[in-house]
């Protein structure tokens, strides 16, 4: 049987941080405050110049280095991101020309926080139809581009990073099992940036307003992300007609502890199964997910034949999970 299974991961994150106590000096806020409804201790942004392509190159490097192929070798590139150096080019363009990577196509995925699921199950249908053998999908992100730090609701939450995967074709029972992708566009007010698209174009007013900074609805967000996480997660354990118990090792969307511990509870899973980062990087939306999961596969907790459980939330709304077999 066919599968697209992973052969390398990679990531990287800025080398600045901003602690809590670094907040408490720009917003009303404390670092107790921030930890006990986040979980996070602090984020990673990037210096000045420094862009969300410059991430996404070193997180990609890293996962080629780790799966043993050259960029010639590549024939597909997937960036999923909601924060793109530049509306055109695509960032997947930019990228395979960093890289050198001449044969890929390319092209950007836009699924917010859900964006790394969405390219994985992407990437795992061009793999299983035949059309490209070789594929490198990335989740990278520059929120602290589009954070508004005078907004103590959202500037205690995100962070930059980029995470990045090869996916290869492979003939046996080892790869993806199965990924499922889900939308509510009616939510999309919950959690979104209403300027700088073509229905509100970047003006004075736009800008004065802090329109083009992410907003979010917290605590509405927060019920619809852990109903719906719960739903996707057993639609992956149903499926594949596997146990919770049976899941070696969970990788969730880095958003928030409080939801992380909620679905693990549900899931009667102990946390020490689920991989944790948001402590250190915030939410670093498509990129949490691939960080998180190169971050398990290099420090040993990962190992072969172990059945991996991605899921993730994010704005538009989407939702999303996967299932691998190491």
């Not at 990287?12 to 409804?37: C, G």
Request: a neutral charge.
């Amino acid at each position: 049987m066919i599968h697209a299974r992973i052969i390398g991961t990679g990531s990287y994150a800025p080398k600045k941080v901003i602690t809590n106590h670094d907040l408490e000096k720009m917003v009303e806020t404390s670092d107790q405050w921030i930890i006990e409804r986040t979980g996070i201790k602090e984020r990673r942004v990037c210096e000045k110049g420094e862009t969300t392509s410059d991430l996404a190159h070193e997180a990609a490097k890293h996962a080629l280095h780790a799966a043993g192929i050259a960029p010639a070798d590549i024939d597909l590139i997937i960036v999923a991101t909601l924060s793109p150096d530049t509306h055109m080019p695509s960032m997947a363009c930019k990228l395979q020309a960093r890289l050198g990577a001449k044969r890929a196509a390319a092209f950007d995925l836009y699924a917010a926080c859900s964006g790394f699921l969405y390219g994985l199950s992407t990437a795992d249908a061009f793999i299983r139809s035949g059309m490209h053998q070789t594929i490198l999908v990335i989740g990278a992100e520059a929120l602290s581009r589009y954070t508004d730090w005078e907004d103590r609701t959202t500037c205690v939450l995100f962070g930059d990073g980029a995470g990045a995967a090869v996916l290869q074709r492979h003939a046996g029972k080892r790869g993806i099992l199965s990924t499922h992708l889900h939308s509510d566009g009616s939510f999309g007010d919950l959690l979104h940036i209403p300027a700088g698209g073509a229905a509100h174009p970047a003006t004075h007013d736009t800008v004065e307003r802090r329109q083009h900074y992410i907003k979010m609805k917290g605590n509405e967000t927060f019920k619809v992300a852990v109903r719906a996480l719960e739903d996707v997660v057993q639609e992956a354990l149903d499926h594949n007609k596997v146990k919770p118990e049976d899941i070696d090792l969970l990788v969730p969307h880095q958003a928030n502890l409080r939801i992380i511990q909620a679905m693990a509870k549900r899931l009667n899973m102990p946390m020490e199964k689920v991989a944790l980062t948001i402590h250190k990087y915030g939410n670093t939306s498509a990129a949490s997910i691939p960080m998180a999961l190169d971050e398990a596969v290099r420090n040993g907790r990962v190992k072969e034949n172990d059945l991996i459980l991605l899921e993730a939330f994010g704005g538009g709304l989407t939702w999303a999970s996967a299932l691998i077999r190491w």
